[in-house]
């Protein structure tokens, strides 16, 4: 074979892997980025969301967002979107600024009704209006299944205002059995703490009376009355005798 030929051969052995890696380059790099580069997405629609709410869901499909207003509402807490541009269901590339309305200012608000919702959906309200949970106190109920709110510490409806903090009581179901309230008139006061104690009571305040008719210490009237049905212990306030001083 002479050198022409050979020096041939090597150009060819040469165009040939070059023209490879280029189809190469081109399938898995070029190509992927060109078609990518043009792809559209509808725009989510993040009114009525907190901004730090508005802000994740927009980074995770690569959109940017910027603030370039903010209102007054009576009706939302601070920081909720109100607005958004492009509006929801536009179709947008990757990359693409969102502007955002937003509230702002402290304001007041009705505190929302909690009794009756699951757990999980009071502390959802909750957030969307800011709020904090104080404490969770888990009771006995007799008419809320377990898991569910049956109080709580702010009345629905008054004046609230973000970051405001609420405890909760929430149902651990029906109780095993219902605690019934002892009669303690007549027994002398330490007999008494004995028997609210025993009856799975706490024992409450204690009012004296002056009586000079009755043993000193003598119960003659009790809070909640006797025969009361409790499915979570509860205080029982007493009302006991004193004897009245010498020259009264």
Request: glycine fraction near 6%; charge should be negative.
């Amino acid at each position: 074979m002479t050198v022409r030929m050979r020096n041939w051969f090597r150009f060819l052995t040469v165009f040939i892997i070059f023209s490879v890696i280029f189809v190469l380059i081109i399938d898995k790099i070029v190509m992927p980025h060109y078609v990518n580069h043009g792809k559209e997405i509808p725009l989510v629609d993040v009114t009525g969301r907190s901004l730090d709410e508005a802000a994740i869901i927009l980074n995770m499909i690569e959109l940017s967002y910027e603030v370039i207003d903010s209102t007054e509402d009576n009706d939302l807490p601070p920081q909720t979107v109100v607005d958004q541009q492009p509006p929801p269901g536009t179709p947008v590339k990757k990359g693409r600024m969102i502007r955002l309305v937003i509230t702002s200012g402290e304001r007041f608000f009705p505190m929302p009704n909690l009794v009756g919702t699951v757990l999980k959906a009071a502390n959802l309200e909750l957030d969307r209006y800011f709020l904090k949970i104080d404490t969770i106190t888990y009771e006995y109920s007799s008419d809320k299944p377990r898991g569910v709110v049956t109080a709580q510490s702010i009345s629905p409806k008054q004046m609230v205002s973000a970051n405001d903090s609420v405890a909760l009581v929430v149902s651990k179901g029906p109780p095993p059995r219902q605690l019934e309230v002892p009669d303690l008139f007549g027994m002398n006061l330490e007999e008494a703490k004995n028997i609210i104690k025993k009856a799975g009571f706490r024992v409450g305040s204690i009012r004296y009376i002056t009586n000079d008719d009755l043993v000193a210490y003598t119960v003659i009237g009790q809070n909640p009355e006797f025969g009361m049905l409790y499915d979570n212990p509860v205080q029982i306030d007493l009302e006991v005798t004193i004897a009245s001083h010498p020259g009264d």
